[in-house]
């Protein structure tokens, strides 16, 4: 049973366009919403993350949009450079104990010069 | 401040076979994770560990073992090798009490064949 459920599976965006991608969690007891950024080779780094308190935050270029409602959240990635091409996960945490996050399967991202 | 290490980067065993992967956490971090990760899918959880005690533990076999030490480094070892096996395994440390973080490796691609 997937508990995050991330989409699209794969994304290509122009320079200078806006990359969304969107996941879907159903345990309400997750209470903590990372990001991930992992290019091949090398482990996923932490991009941006978010608590259900908040409906949106954002870094840079990075936004994360948070609807609790709907138990959604997103990643906006506004005015895409290439160098932004690789694979995004997200995750979700349940609150209490030790951290382990459940990801998403993954979206890879290719932002076209 | 040193990342997080692992070794060896790749790694080809032959089913039946036993493998030991080896990780070396971030200066100041003394809890260690590990997740294995499938060609296009998101890391899974495998277990933590946290002064040298499991901490946790996803839904892996019992042939899938680790041990922590007292500087914090730690060891995967999975024992009778399956063609499931392959993918990239990831250490991830954290300071645990401290951050909801966690700092990941470039992993170790382990291929059975």
């Known amino acids: 049973q997937q508990q995050v459920k991330q989409s699209p599976q794969s994304l290509i965006v122009q320079k200078g366009g806006i990359s969304i991608i969107n996941c879907a969690y159903e345990?309400?007891?997750?209470?903590?919403f990372p990001w991930y950024q992992q290019f091949p080779g090398k482990g996923p780094a932490l991009l941006i993350a978010i608590r259900p308190d908040v409906s949106e935050k954002k870094e840079g270029r990075f936004t994360i949009s948070f609807n609790k409602s709907a138990k959604q959240f997103s990643l906006h990635i506004m005015d895409s450079q290439p160098g932004d091409s690789a694979t995004y996960f997200c995750?979700?945490?349940?609150?209490?104990?030790?951290?382990?996050?459940?990801f998403g399967r993954g979206t890879s991202l290719i932002v076209h010069p | 401040e040193t990342g997080v290490t692992q070794s060896p980067t790749h790694l080809i065993k032959t089913r039946g076979q036993q493998v030991t992967l080896r990780c070396s956490s971030q200066s100041g971090h003394n809890t260690v994770s590990w997740y294995q990760q499938a060609l296009g899918q998101g890391p899974q959880f495998i277990f933590q560990y946290y002064r040298e005690e499991e901490n946790g533990r996803g839904n892996f076999p019992p042939r899938f073992s680790g041990l922590q030490f007292p500087n914090y480094s730690s060891e995967l070892n999975v024992n009778a090798l399956e063609l499931d096996d392959s993918a990239l395994y990831l250490c991830?440390?954290?300071?645990?009490?401290?951050?909801?973080?966690?700092?990941f490796g470039p992993g170790t691609r382990l291929t059975v064949t």
């Open positions: 991830a440390s954290s300071r645990q009490g401290f951050s909801y973080e966690q700092y």
């Open positions: 995750a979700a945490r349940i609150g209490g104990g030790s951290y382990i996050p459940t």
């Open positions: 345990n309400t007891a997750f209470d903590y």
